[in-house]
């Protein structure tokens, strides 16, 4: 999607929504040089309402320092001027967002002029960064905002010059830089270069002469800036299309395969690059040379000895950002590997056991170790005549007990604090996945202070 304006003319005169002639041609040339890489593209102007500039109630005879200063008050002060662009700012911030969440797939460019520049440029501050993410060209003419200091300055203010200290009539503000992009300025134009008041008076005649305007002269950076575009997408692109840990179950003290699938979807080839492979907190670097379009690689990671527990297996693909790449967002993935002990199994261990009352209850605590971190519940029954009945309950849903960590507490009513209360013997035991118990304990239960 394309961020398209009005172009001067019709800025100052109609007001239209369409296309301009300036943007609507740097789309035409963007999209037949797109076909040469096999992309579709589509464009779509932001309506705005482009408020028409009317500089020619400015009188003439006056010096160019009074020109000067009534057309920056013009420009930095009407109030419709400036909801106008706050308007198209939010419009395509609104569109960008709603599009991108639309199109998971999709990527931008931006192609503005003149009061669309300057809205586009607003409305790169608005966007989220997943979104500012998949905006992979930008192409402005005429901006107010233009800053003959930025890395992507182009026109008469090309990068190969030095800088002259030359802003826009708004003032001078920098495109971002992890952003490909131009920002196209005429030295005549008085809105994107108004460092020399002697160029107010050209543009306040530009109501009584138009097609002699500098302000209009853009057309003949189009068809170049339509192919720039276009081959802002000629990239590879690297994507981490599968990570897979290994199927069977994973002894404590040995290793593991894991194993990855890369693919460059881009439409050249990548260059050479670097996997770096990541085992918990171990970092494994792996030259590879280059990949080319629609062509997939596999490799195999054979992982260090694993201890017992789940350990992060993370791949990332050109770490560094050494290539450019047309998408930086799917060049990693990460699983979990989860190794477990293959000793023979050992049953959970009861520690200590204590008691405790609260009301008229009277809470059994038992602390316990798990030597194969395979806990699952617990069990309890009345001892030495007690007629407690046999419960069984796993730890995820206790009953009325309280599970801690190598803890549970289960409450057992003995009517403290009545004039009967009672007393009892209770078994009880922990088990595991394997449906192993560990040793019984009996405890005497009795209100505290009866």
């Known amino acids: 999607m394309y961020n398209a304006t009005p172009d001067q003319l019709e800025e100052w005169g109609r007001g239209t929504y369409s296309m301009g002639q300036t943007v609507a041609s740097t789309y035409q040339s963007f999209d037949i040089a797109s076909r040469r890489f096999g992309m579709t593209t589509d464009a779509e102007g932001i309506p705005y309402p482009a408020i028409p500039i009317d500089l020619s109630w400015i009188p003439a005879g006056l010096s160019e320092a009074n020109i000067a200063k009534l057309v920056k008050d013009y420009y930095t002060t009407r109030l419709e001027l400036a909801s106008s662009v706050t308007y198209g700012a939010v419009k395509l911030e609104g569109r960008l967002e709603l599009q991108a969440a639309a199109c998971p797939d999709q990527q931008f460019v931006i192609v503005a002029y003149s009061q669309g520049a300057w809205a586009a440029q607003d409305a790169l501050r608005l966007l989220d960064k997943s979104t500012l993410r998949r905006i992979k060209g930008i192409v402005l003419y005429a901006s107010p905002l233009f800053n003959d200091h930025d890395k992507w300055r182009a026109g008469d203010f090309s990068i190969a010059q030095p800088s002259r200290n030359v802003h826009g009539i708004v003032g001078g503000k920098q495109l971002p830089t992890d952003i490909l992009a131009r920002t196209y300025c005429k030295a005549a134009d008085y809105v994107c270069s108004a460092d020399d008041v002697r160029k107010a008076p050209a543009l306040r005649h530009c109501f009584d002469t138009p097609p002699a305007c500098p302000h209009v002269e853009y057309g003949g ?103 450019t790449e047309l998408n930086e967002d799917n060049n990693a993935q990460e699983i979990k590997v989860k190794a477990k ?110």
Request: negative net charge; proline residues 6%; aromatic residues 10%.
């Open 221 to 323: 950076y189009t068809e170049s800036a339509g192919e720039w575009l276009a081959n802002v997408f000629a990239f590879s692109d690297l994507t981490v299309t599968g990570l897979t840990g290994p199927d069977a179950k994973i002894c404590a003290g040995t290793t593991a395969q894991v194993r990855a699938s890369i693919q460059n979807i881009g439409r050249t080839v990548s260059g050479p690059f670097n996997f770096r492979w990541i085992i918990d907190d171990r970092v494994v670097e792996v030259h590879e040379n280059s990949l080319d379009p629609r062509q997939a690689l596999d490799r195999v990671l054979q992982t260090p000895s694993l201890t017992s527990g789940a350990h992060k297996v993370a791949l990332v693909v050109d770490p560094v950002s050494v290539l």
């Open 341 to 450: 002990s293959c000793l023979p199994s050992s049953a959970p261990v009861i520690t200590e056991v204590d008691e405790y009352t609260d009301g008229a209850l009277v809470y059994l605590q038992v602390f316990y170790t798990d030597p194969d971190d395979d806990a699952l519940g617990f069990g309890f029954r009345g001892a030495n005549g007690s007629g407690w009945a046999e419960e069984t309950h796993p730890f995820s849903d206790p009953s009325y007990g309280r599970v801690g960590p190598g803890k549970i507490e289960y409450p057992f009513n003995h009517g403290c604090g009545t004039a009967t209360p009672t007393e009892s013997d209770v078994e009880m035991w922990i088990y595991d996945a394997t449906g192993t118990r560990s040793e019984s304990i009996i405890a005497h239960l009795a209100c505290t202070g009866s």
